[in-house]
């Protein structure tokens, strides 16, 4: 793996670097998540294998450190992830975030401006209030969730989530969900639908009807969608999802 010494986080980042041809691609992960984890299996379908594609592990998640005095809010992660995108020297790319992680991306991509040229964001945090995951996490104090809760999630979920859910320092995802249910101003959809680069939204299909996938269409922003997939789409349809991507992403200069 890559690794930076994080000034914003005082702590290593690592990602992957998949060679390739073409803008490269950077992976921003989700609440619990770790691109590590989560999307080596998207990026090597036939519809993005050929793309460089970069899977960054935000602190606090998978092999990234995992600093006790970081805030771990959306905007400071916003912050790491521009450290190794400008590490990297990358004049343009395409971003992708799921989740918690395309809440970040619409931060991050308000800092590159004309760098970027696609934004790709499946089932974000739109607004405050976090999603149902996230008040439960912040339903009680960081430190009874740190000694207690977090153990016993982990201990009863049997989705693939727990492979990447048991490298996740709890301080980071009780500090992460806490970030999602306070919001951001102007929100992350004013931004959202604010941005100039070429933009795009993914839901899985069993996530639908939804409001914010409405007003995203009403804004004339193209809706794709993951059939057979929910929220976890990344690991309930990933040939469908590295499908998505590669359609979006296949847009002009890319």
Not at 4 to 30: E, K, Q
Not at 127 to 153: D, H, K, N, T
Request: net charge negative.
């Amino acid at each position: 793996m890559h690794s930076l010494s994080s000034v914003i986080a005082g702590a290593t980042v690592r990602w992957h670097d998949f060679p390739g041809n073409g803008i490269p691609v950077v992976f921003i992960h989700g609440l619990g998540c770790a691109s590590s984890y989560e999307y080596p299996r998207i990026v090597t379908e036939p519809a993005l294998r050929e793309r460089r594609t970069i899977l960054i592990d935000l602190p606090g998640s998978g092999y990234s450190d995992k600093p006790h005095d970081f805030d771990f809010s959306t905007t400071q992660q916003a912050a790491v992830v521009m450290e190794v995108i400008d590490s990297l020297g990358l004049s343009q790319l395409d971003l992708y975030g799921h989740s918690m992680g395309g809440s970040i991306a619409i931060e991050v991509a308000e800092r590159l401006g004309q760098r970027l040229h696609t934004l790709a964001v499946s089932e974000p945090n739109f607004q405050s209030g976090g999603g149902f995951y996230s008040r439960l996490v912040i339903a009680e104090p960081e430190s009874e969730f740190v000694a207690r809760s977090y153990e016993r999630i982990l201990a009863n979920d049997k989705t693939p989530w727990r492979g990447c859910l048991q490298n996740v320092a709890p301080w980071a995802m009780w500090r992460g969900a806490k970030s999602l249910v306070e919001g951001v101003s102007p929100s992350w959809m004013a931004r959202f639908l604010a941005l100039g680069c070429e933009r795009a939204l993914i839901f899985g299909e069993r996530s639908l009807p939804d409001d914010d996938a409405a007003a995203v269409v009403n804004a004339g922003i193209p809706l794709h969608i993951v059939p057979e997939a929910g929220h976890s789409m990344s690991w309930e349809n990933p040939p469908a999802l590295a499908a998505v991507l590669g359609q979006i992403f296949a847009q002009k200069g890319s």
